[in-house]
């Protein structure tokens, strides 16, 4: 993935066109705005862009902003919120009226989340950064954006696809659920038991709509199944003929997808949109479509002849429209995934209780900011009997937050697939993704897990904030003979130092401590995903599946850079564990995790092939057992709630205490084993 980053962007910070693209027919580089009232923070603006390939200016007002964008063109402008006279906010609704072409970023260290996501709302602001900023992280989102303003401006010249919606990849969805307009022909004897398995594997072999495979083969006249679906299954009919076509919906589904699937969008109202389909029973299909819109589905049956006709239209049309209405669009989109939280009067009961069914990308979202309000490590959507239990990992426990309707449980799952790019298609195999998620006060790696049961799929999504910092080895816990036996054991030049224990019970915490209180001088790599802890000691690296075919060929690579320690996170492959462990007995240093519930259960882990108990007696120099358990109140002796007992009055700062044991190699068991 960084490989193939690297390639796409390479054109916007040196200039060179990529190797697959030629060359753009731009006489100049691109001109990037910077505004701020303080000329220092200007100054270090222009130290981190003073590299690429960009044209700088800067303004330390924006009254001289708007000066500057009055005499030349620039695409992208990057404003402070905090100035005097007219502040951020305004500057931007200014351009964006004046100037809807240029980007606009907003750069704030107020983090004031009711105007700064109430400008995104407004359009005036696309993206913001928190000061103070990674600098990183704001060449990146400057890239992408111009990328994405790149790409428009090559539509908008080709003078065609400004509505575009994006390609749904629906062909491969879950087939039983596509194929209810079969057993419909099928009960109505219309087609008999072989003919209704032939057309299932033709279904399965061309990846067309049962409605079209039925129509294109003659097996049932146009009118008689026109007739069959109004009359026995009383579906709501519209007459595509009274239809005036609204190009606009488009950008909602792409012409090519309506082609393929026989669907024509009608109108929109709310959050409801109205299409024709020539088979309302393709459930499939619709549920797939109210995933990926945000829109409520309302199915209305229509003649195929008057589809096609207006289909024909709607194409010829669309081919001809002129692109005025483009440049008036967002200039780039879905750069990253922003959680709006200005919503949250209306939380989950009141969207689950409302009347019209909530779209799966508002109880999707809400879902997530609700555990990231509360402070959770994780989310099981659990899907049960007669409902749907979403429950977050609070303190280490699991508490119940809400019960959701089991109908909703497709389009939560096909949401959540989505935003960690795994296959919505595929729901008989575990599948596992990552994505960032970004919130006004705070940026998360979440790792998306799921699981086949015999109710539908289940969701574990694990929470971890990004570079959150690491505390010293003495605020942990530890005893002073533990404290002393650990730093004896990581003094040793070589060997695997493990730290175990169950799920969020801090052992990558513990490691990254460890690190930080050994020499300075000292080369150290992290490989962790995600990368949870912000370690100035340590060089921190993911895993890159792109480029790797699995971690152990990242360990490698590591190990080619000759670091003095590497910290592996906790890996499920026994074949990662025994490379660490090798690396280990034979002259390296690891520092790894392991999720265990006992030291047994660790050497269990540990002595799995490929492992043998040669290799582990010579690599292992210590194992740390720990877990976090539930702080007992002083008065009733019950677990410390959130909001503490009533005798307390109060709550705690500290809601869970670190219990654990070390093992750890002496000199003299090092002697036995040499001798």
Not at 13 to 27: K, L, M, V, Y
Request: hydrophobic residues 40%; negative net charge.
């Amino acid at each position: 993935m960084a490989l193939a980053m690297k390639k796409r962007y390479s054109a916007l910070f040196t200039g060179n066109p990529p190797p697959t693209e030629t060359t753009d027919e731009r006489s100049r580089p691109y001109r990037l705005l910077f505004v701020d009232d303080d000329p220092y923070i200007l100054s270090a603006l222009r130290r981190v862009f003073h590299r690429e390939n960009y044209e700088l200016r800067f303004a330390e007002s924006a009254e001289a902003a708007l000066t500057i964008l009055e005499s030349e063109s620039v695409e992208l402008i990057v404003s402070d919120f905090k100035m005097p006279g007219m502040d951020g906010n305004e500057l931007l609704h200014i351009v964006r009226k004046r100037w809807p072409h240029v980007l606009r970023i907003m750069l704030t260290g107020y983090a004031d989340s009711e105007v700064v996501l109430g400008s995104m709302k407004d359009g005036a602001v696309y993206r913001f950064n928190l000061k103070p900023w990674n600098d990183d992280d704001l060449r990146l989102t400057v890239a992408m954006a111009l990328e994405q303003f790149e790409l428009r401006q090559r539509r908008n010249s080709a003078g065609k696809g400004n509505l575009r919606g994006p390609e749904l990849e629906l062909m491969e969805l879950d087939i039983p659920s596509r194929n209810q307009l079969l057993l419909f022909l099928h009960d109505q004897n219309l087609i008999n038991t072989r003919q209704l398995q032939r057309l299932h594997g033709q279904i399965h072999r061309s990846q067309q709509p049962a409605v079209q495979i039925v129509v294109d083969g003659r097996w049932v006249d146009e009118q008689q199944l026109y007739a069959l679906l109004r009359d026995e299954k009383l579906c709501e009919e519209i007459d595509l003929r009274e239809v005036e076509t609204d190009l606009s919906l488009f950008s909602i589904l792409a012409p090519s997808t309506c082609m393929r699937q026989w669907i024509f969008p009608c109108r929109r109202e709310g959050a409801r949109l109205d299409l024709a389909m020539a088979d309302p029973l393709d459930i499939g299909l619709i549920e797939a479509l109210t995933t990926t819109t945000g829109c409520t589905i309302r199915p209305l049956l229509c003649r195929v002849e008057q589809l096609m006709a207006k289909l024909e239209e709607a194409a010829e049309r669309y081919m001809w429209l002129n692109d005025t209405a483009a440049e008036e669009e967002d200039p780039y989109e879905d750069i990253e995934i922003v959680l709006d939280d200005s919503e949250s009067a209306e939380n989950l009961q009141q969207l689950l209780t409302s009347s019209v069914e909530p779209p799966a990308v508002r109880l999707t979202n809400g879902i997530l900011l609700e555990a990231v309000n509360a402070g959770a490590r994780g989310i099981l959507i659990q899907p049960r009997l007669d409902a749907i239990s979403v429950r977050y990992r609070i303190n280490g426990i699991m508490q119940d937050t809400i019960q959701i309707p089991s109908s909703l449980l497709v389009a939560v799952v096909s949401r959540l697939k989505l935003m960690a790019e795994l296959d919505v298609a595929e729901q008989q195999t575990p599948q596992e993704g990552h994505l960032t998620v970004k919130t006004p006060m705070s940026i998360l790696d979440m790792t998306v897990s799921t699981l086949p049961t015999t109710h539908g799929e289940q969701v574990y999504v694990r929470l971890a904030p990004r570079n959150s910092a690491v505390f010293a080895l003495e605020q942990l816990g530890l005893s002073a003979e533990h404290l002393r036996l650990l730093r004896h054991a990581s003094a040793r030049p070589q060997g695997m130092i493990l730290s175990a224990g169950p799920a969020d019970s801090g052992k990558s915490m513990l490691l990254h401590a460890l690190l930080r209180d050994g020499p300075s001088s000292s080369h150290h790599i992290s490989i962790e995903q995600p990368t949870q802890y912000a370690n100035d000691r340590a060089t921190q690296t993911r895993p890159v599946r792109d480029y790797h075919d699995s971690s152990a060929d990242m360990l490698d690579a590591v190990l080619a850079q000759h670091p003095d320690v590497v910290l592996l996170d906790d890996h499920r492959d026994s074949g990662v564990i025994a490379k660490a462990m090798h690396t280990a007995a034979y002259g390296g240093k690891v520092l790894t995790t392991i999720t265990a519930s006992s030291v047994a259960d660790v050497f269990a882990r540990l002595l799995t092939p490929p492992a043998d108990l040669l290799t582990v007696a010579s690599g292992l120099n210590a194992v740390v057992m720990q877990r976090l358990v539930r702080r007992l109140c002083e008065h009733c002796r019950k677990p410390v709630p959130p909001t503490a007992c009533d005798a307390l009055g109060a709550p705690s700062p500290s809601l869970r205490l670190r219990l654990g044991k070390q093992w750890a190699v002496t000199d003299a068991m090092v002697a036995m084993r040499d001798a």
